[in-house]
């Protein structure tokens, strides 16, 4: 479970993912090893109480600074808990090894190991997300993030890249199609099925190309297609930052400046 990797595997990986004959992916074959994927699964699946350490989630809105873990429950039995670093960890194995995918991200990427860790006002921040689809269809339509069909030329970002920790196997945990990722030749891979794609497997994606979820199925006494997700997500302003009025405006919009130039202080 590395942050870091070597310089050979390094450039190796920079050619799947981004060069033209590459896949578009890089498969980290048992980057957690067994017992932390049992650990990880027991607590989401068996002993997390969500109700106790999570807010339901309404919306991207809330997403800001300091913003509580979120957690979704659909009729379906699937659940997303969204995890922020801000936050105490729930768990700490989790906790843990997400910050170390981060970072190993951030490499892959060519950015400082920090990038995207903390609430920058106005910018990005990764809260790192455990995923449990149980059953439905069209669960992700067909679509890609930051590549050139963005509408905002600001979230434009070519070597960005997703991570999916996964943490069940195709055919024993969950059916349907899994995760399809179209690769840099624009053909269709199912990444749980022809990759024998393994708990434990990290898989880092650039998410400028197509993806999508068509299936997930799920019978009685399998747990789903479980996995780990690191978006890096838009923050929002603090809604409990006052807004009320003229004054209490003028003081928002001075607060928003002030901490800017700071960062731009900082980060010259
Ligand atoms: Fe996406």
Known sequence: MNNSIDDQRLHESR??????????????????????????VDYWTKYVIPEKSHERFVSKEFLYNGCPNYFVSSSNGSKVFYNAFWNPPC???TYEVAFRIAQLRNQIEAKISSADLFPFPSGRCLIPRVVITQNGENILVPHSDFGLDEPNPANIDLRRTQATLYLSEYGRDYTGTGFIYTNNQGEKVFLGKDLDIRPGDLVIWKQSNVHEIESVYTED????FVRMLFPCEDMKMNPHLSNEGRAGKA??????HRAKALVKKIIR
Request: charged content about 20%.
């Open 15 to 40: 050619m799947d993912l981004y060069h033209s004959s590459g896949n578009g992916f890089v498969v980290f074959r048992n980057y957690i090893s067994d017992d932390y994927v049992k650990h990880i």
């Open 91 to 93: 768990d700490a194995v």
């Open 221 to 224: 006494e399998q747990m789903g």
């Open 251 to 256: 003081s928002q919009g001075n607060y928003i």
